[in-house]
C-alpha cells in the first residue's frame, strides 16, 4: 500500500510516499481503508522533531491520527462493528492507504468522508479545553486563532452550551466567525482594546501560538482562566498547556450527537492527495485556515 512516510525529522520536504506492509490491527482495534485522513498541527510538529507528551517516535515514521473510512478488519475482542462499516477516529499512520483505529465510531448520516476525517482530534481538542478553562453559561469565552478546525468547534460547541464567544481571526475570516455566532474581531495593533470594547473576558483559549499569552492573562485577570494548546511557554507564565487527550470514544460520541443535532459542522477548507502531504504541512503551519484540512489517498 501507499503511505507518507519521513525517515529523518526536519522540514516538508522530509515527507514521502512509500510503498509499505498493509498494518494489522491487534486486540481492540479495527483496519479501515482510508478515505481521508485529518491534517492536524501535531502531525508537522511530530515531523519537526518537537518534544511532544510522552509519545516516541521511531524512525522511519508515519504520519497521521485522524482518519475516515471503511472497516475492512477487525482485532481480536472487537465487537459493535462489521467490516463494511462507515467509521471515524483516532489511529496510527493514517496518512496512508490502510491505516489501524485505536478509537472509533460510527461516521455521523450527513457527513462525507472528508468532513468526517476532520472531526476527531479537534472535537477531542474542543471539548478537553473547554472543560479545562471552566467557562460557564452566561459567560464569555475568548478564542484567539478561532478559524481553524479546533476554533470552529470550540465557538459552536460553546454556543450550544450557552456561552458567548468572541473570535479573533484575520479579517478574511470575520464573516465566517459571526456565521458560527461569535462575536468577531481581528488581531494585530489593538486587538485587545477591540475585544474589550466587545464585552468582559471571562476565560480565553489560545489555539494559534500567536504570542498573545500575556494579553490573554491580562484580559482574563487571571492565568488559571487561560488554557493554550499551541503556545509551549505558556506554563511559564502560569498558564496550563493542554497537550494530553481525554476520552477519545466519548469525544467521537459527543461529536457524533452534535452533527445529529445540527450543532456542530466543521467545513473542509482544502484537500490534499498523498503526494501533496509537503503542502498540506506547510498550509497548515501557516495557519488562518477557515475549517480542515484533509489528505485523500
Sequence with gaps: MRKVSFAEFGGPDVLRVIEAEEPRPGPGRIRVAVRAAGVNPVDWRIREGQKLSARPVELPSGVGLDAAGVVDEIGEGVEGVAVGDHVFGKGIDTYAEYAVLTAWAPMPEGLTFEEAAGYPSVTETALRVLRECEVRPGQTLLVSGASGGVGSAVLQIARDRGVTVIGTAGPANQDYLRGLGALATTYGEGWTERVRRLGRVDAALDLAGSGVIRDLVELTGDPRKVV?????????????FSGTAGSVPDALAEAAALVARGKLRIPVERTYPLT??????????AGHARGRRVIVP
Design 228 to 240: 493554550s494548546i499551541a503556545d509551549l511557554g505558556a506554563p511559564g507564565l502560569g498558564v496550563r
Design 276 to 285: 501533496g502531504a509537503a503542502a498540506a504541512h506547510i498550509d497548515s503551519r
